[in-house]
Each structure stands twice: as C-alpha cells, then as structure tokens.
C-alpha cells in the first residue's frame, strides 16, 4: 500500500475519485448537457454557452472529416487562447485524432520540427503567423494549413475597429496561397453526412505537448483522455472552490499544459467560464481584473509579479476572487508574502496557492491545502496521486527530511514520449511496490506530514516567465554560425521574469566581435530560437571557464553575474 501521510489535509477533498471512461470531448458535452445555457467561454465581449459551443464543435468536426483527417492522425493547433483553438481542439478529440499543440511564436525551424516530429497532416494558425508556415511547409508532410484571424470571432463593429488598427499591422496573404480560411473551411463541412464522431475511451491517446524530458533534449510527450479528465476532477476537488457559472481569467496559453489543463478543460468540465485572453499584457492586466471580475485566477510567478509592480491596481476591487494558484515556477517565500498581503489590502478572503508537476503529467499534481500551508512547501499530492523522493538513480526512497529525486504515481501521468522508447523506459519505471513512477528529474523533500518541497532541478534548464528553456538547445543554434567557435547559455536573476537568457560567444579565430557579427548571430537565432527563449544580451569572450574534466563551467558565469548584480544593487543603495 503507498504511504499517504497527507490524507489528514484534505478535510472537504476526497483521497479517492471515480473517473469516467471516455473522451475529454465526451467530457465537456456530459457538462453541457446539464447546464446548455451557461455561458462556456467569453472572447472580447461575446459570450458563448455550453450548448453553443458543443454546435461549433460538431460543425468543425464534420469539416475536419470533410479534408479526410482520420482517427489518431495528428493536428498541429499553433494558437494563442482564442474560441477557435478551442473549437478545433475538442474538433479533433471528437474524430478521434490527436492534438499536436505548438507555441505560436515557435521560430520557424521549431515549427518544421513539430510538424515533422508530429508527422502532422493538417494545422491552423493565425494570420499574423502565416509567413513562418509557408517558408517551411515543403519540407514537411502537411497537408493542409488552416489559417484564422482574431476577426474571424469577433462581432461586425469589433471586426472593423480591429482591421482599421492591429490589422493593419498584419501582412497580407497572396490570394494564390496554398491555405484555407476558417471560415471556408467551416461551410466545407457543413456538406459532410456521414459518422464522425468516433468512440474513444480514457486510455486513448489525445494530445502531444513539447517539453524537455528528463534529460532537457525536446521530447513529444503523449498524453490520454484520463490524463486530462483525471486532472479536471483532481484540480476541482483539491481547489474546493469550483462552481458553476463562475469564471477563470484564462490568461495561460492553451499551448502549455498548465493553461489547457486547468485554465480550459478543468473549467469546461465544471460548467465554469473561460475568459479567453489571447496574450498577457501587464499594463492591460488590471483592467481585467477590473472589468471581468473573474472569481479564478491561475497564473506563473512573472504574472503576480506584474500585479504587484502596476499603478493601475489602487482600489481594484478583488473580493469576488475564490482561488489564486502560482505554478510553472516557484513562488519564492518573500513574493508570496506580497501576493498574500496584496490579495488582502484588495478585499481578497484568500491566499495564493502554490502547485508543483511537469508536462509529463499534464500540469500540477500537488498543491497546497485551501487553509493551510507550510512556508517554502509546494503542498501536498492530488488525490490518488503519490509521491516519493528517491536517492537519485535508484529505487530506493530516502528518509523524510532528506534530499532526492522526486517521483510521482498517479492517473495523470503520460503514456510516454513518442517515438522514444528508451527516454521513456528513463522517465517511467516500475519500482519494487509494482507500481509505474515518473521519475521527474527535480530534487526534494517529504517531510513527516507528507509536504513536499521544491529544490532544484537535475537538469540544466532555465525557467523564464514560466517558459521551460533548455541551455543545450539554444548552445546548438548559436554554435552552427559560421562565426562562432563555442558558447554556453545561462539564466540570469531577473526581478520580472525570474531568469532571463544570456548567451557567452567565443568567436573563431580571425574574426572580430564587431557590431555587424553581432547582429548576424542575433538574425541567425531570431529563426531558430522561440521570441520568449532568445538570449537578451550576447557577450564575447576569448574563452570560456573550464571544468577540470573539460566542459564549460557555466556555474561560474553564473556566479559571475550574480555578483555583479549584488555590486549593482549596492552601488544603487
């Protein structure tokens, strides 16, 4: 029997849920069938109800069948929060195929990855991201490209101010491109009459999400309809604070999964609100907040940070929040403080929460209680989810109190990662008890009441605005320019965004670190690196710090930087 010394906490939670043996679409039409006139999502103004969404749903079904997509074919959604990346999302589960989700400001040799790594047969993305589609798409087996625009879902008059404003930034798209509109491309399907809607059961794959394995190389990780169901009915029990008709500032993008997990599926499965924002603005942030009300806010540290730095928050009025939860990195003791004391200074009767998990289980799988926490802890495991902190490289658990591998068990954790076995065999092992854990490749510890606490992660990342980002990956691009001999990346303490990127270059031999090579590596990396992934600043060095077996000492660069950002902060004192 796994240890739970943490069931005592749960006080309204259940230790044990029952979870429905069907599709995540299966899902969200269960919901809609018992409130049809509650409002599921609200899209600059416009809101749309359960029973009008499971219409757009099946409307966009048929005309994905109508381009021949077939069952567990893949589908790449390159969308920020917009009621189309909904749509097609709930579109695709329904015909049973899978969800291949991508950041929109993906770099253009990203995204021929994804589609490739995907073998992908169709994908929508917006206007504005048109161009990075087609200087790639013949090198990818793509069949189709779906394109939209914010307009496509607005009403008349905000369709007009949008294309006499940001519109008029967007370039426009050569009428003989090989594309479809959304709009054409939903009349298509209203042609098609026969089956499709096809039967899917828990265990069914649905959704790929990118992150960097346990060994920070990018990994496709595969994930089912229980992994999200399972995840839907875990957040609302744990949250105890779920109710129908409220509403989630759905801020987290709907690419990662902490955003499509808890922001979209676990609302949409509780007859809650999605208020659907295509991109977090800190200046626009407080008016939300103002205008929307939302009783639910979920977000990454660089989000409250925002809240706690804008003018624009003096007598904002946050009484009507229910739950505030902090994930994608950790809260440190001191910004909870703030948060805690900024929520209440607003009227809020509650404290943020902060959760811990990795994309291999979808998103959070622990969190701390809804009236209890323990300074610096992460809180405690979902229900009929366990963990367990190993001595690393074993099986073998540690004492409470000590230091190691942290290891989940549970009804979220993925399949594995597709098309590699053997990194899959590393992250999901059948340990002594008979169980299937996720080793996670972050260090902490249980203490005796079952809390965990965060340490650091076992492999080189950086963790910027909630983005994951991975050293090594970045290293690669830099190195194929013509003019770089070697470099290393690192994350940089930043205030705002936690770390930010900065690259060290050691140019070859012969050649000057002028302005004019400067720029040519910062193009080189515009078209391979994602916008929130590239380096700030890129500083040549004649060489580079070693270890003593050889490998660059990125540890002292680190420390470097951490010094003279302590010199700068005591020269400003």
């Avoid at 966009?60 to 074919?73: D, F, P, S, V, Y």
């Avoid at 009459?193 to 990118?210: C, I, Q, R, S, W």
């Avoid at 992994?227 to 604070?241: K, P, R, Y």
Wanted: with cysteine.
């Amino acid at each position: 029997m796994l240890k739970a010394p943490w069931l005592k906490f749960y006080e309204n939670v259940p230790a044990h849920l029952d979870y429905p043996d069907i599709s995540m679409y299966d899902f969200v039409e269960r919901t809609a069938r018992k409130y049809p006139n509650i409002v599921a999502y609200e899209f600059m103004g416009t809101e749309v109800t359960y029973s009008e969404l499971i219409e757009e749903i099946h409307e966009c079904a048929k005309a994905l069948k109508t381009l021949g997509i077939n069952e567990e074919e893949r589908v790449t959604i390159c969308l920020p929060n917009t009621p189309q990346a909904i749509i097609i999302f709930y579109a695709v589960n329904m015909i049973g195929a899978v969800a291949n989700m991508i950041h929109p400001l993906s770099s253009e040799k990203e995204i021929e990855f994804y589609l490739n790594d995907s073998n992908s047969v169709a994908a929508i993305t917006l206007d504005v991201f048109y161009q990075k589609f087609a200087n790639i798409v013949d090198n990818t087996s793509l069949r189709y490209l779906i394109i939209t625009s914010i307009k496509d879902k607005l009403n008349p008059i905000q369709s007009i101010a949008f294309t006499l404003t940001k519109g008029l930034k967007i370039k426009k798209i050569p009428t003989d491109a090989d594309i479809i509109r959304w709009k054409d491309f939903l009349n298509n399907g209203k042609n098609y009459h026969k089956e499709y809607k096809v039967e899917k059961k828990g265990n069914d794959p649905a959704v790929t999400l990118y992150s960097g394995g346990t060994t920070g190389s990018t990994k496709s990780i595969l994930l089912s309809n229980l992994n999200f169901n399972a995840l839907s009915m875990q957040t609302a029990a744990m949250g105890d604070c779920v109710v129908v008709g409220h509403s989630m500032l759905a801020v987290l993008p709907i690419f990662h999964g902490f955003g499509l997990g808890v922001c979209i599926h676990t609302m949409l499965t509780n007859g809650c609100k999605c208020i659907l924002i295509p991109a977090f603005s800190a200046s626009t942030f407080p008016q939300l907040l103002k205008k929307k009300g939302p009783n639910y806010i979920a977000g990454v540290p660089t989000l409250f940070e925002a809240l706690l730095r804008s003018k624009k928050m003096k007598g904002v009025d946050l009484s009507g929040l229910e739950g505030v939860f902090c994930g994608g990195d950790s809260l440190s003791i001191e910004l909870k403080k703030k948060v805690d004391a900024f929520l209440k200074d607003h009227g809020a009767k509650v404290q943020i929460r902060e959760g811990y998990g990795t994309t291999e289980c979808v998103t959070a799988s622990c969190l701390t209680p809804k009236n209890y926490f323990k300074e610096g802890s992460i809180g405690i495991p979902f229900p009929d989810t366990y963990y367990k902190i190993i001595k690393p490289n074993t099986h073998k658990e540690v004492d409470y109190g000590e230091e190691g591998e942290i290891c989940i068990c549970g009804p979220t954790v993925m399949l594995g990662y597709v098309g590699d076995p053997k990194e899959t065999a590393h992250a999901l092992q059948i340990h002594p008890d008979g169980y299937k854990w996720l080793h996670t490749g972050d260090l902490g510890v249980m203490d005796e009441d079952g809390f965990i606490y965060f340490k650091q992660r076992l492999k080189r990342v950086i963790i910027s605005s909630g983005y994951t980002i991975y050293p090594s990956q970045l290293e690669n691009v830099i190195d194929s320019h013509e003019a770089v001999l070697m470099s290393t990346v690192i994350g940089v303490d930043d205030p705002y965004k936690v770390q930010k990127v900065k690259a060290f270059i050691v140019l070859k031999p012969n050649i000057s670190p002028t302005d004019e090579v400067k720029e040519s590596i910062k193009e080189h990396c515009e078209k391979h690196i994602a916008k929130y992934a590239m380096p700030y600043e890129f500083e040549f060095r004649e060489s580079l710090p070693k270890t003593l077996v050889g490998k660059v000492a990125y540890t002292i660069l680190e420390d470097e930087e951490r010094k003279k950002a302590q010199s700068r902060k005591f020269i400003e004192k």
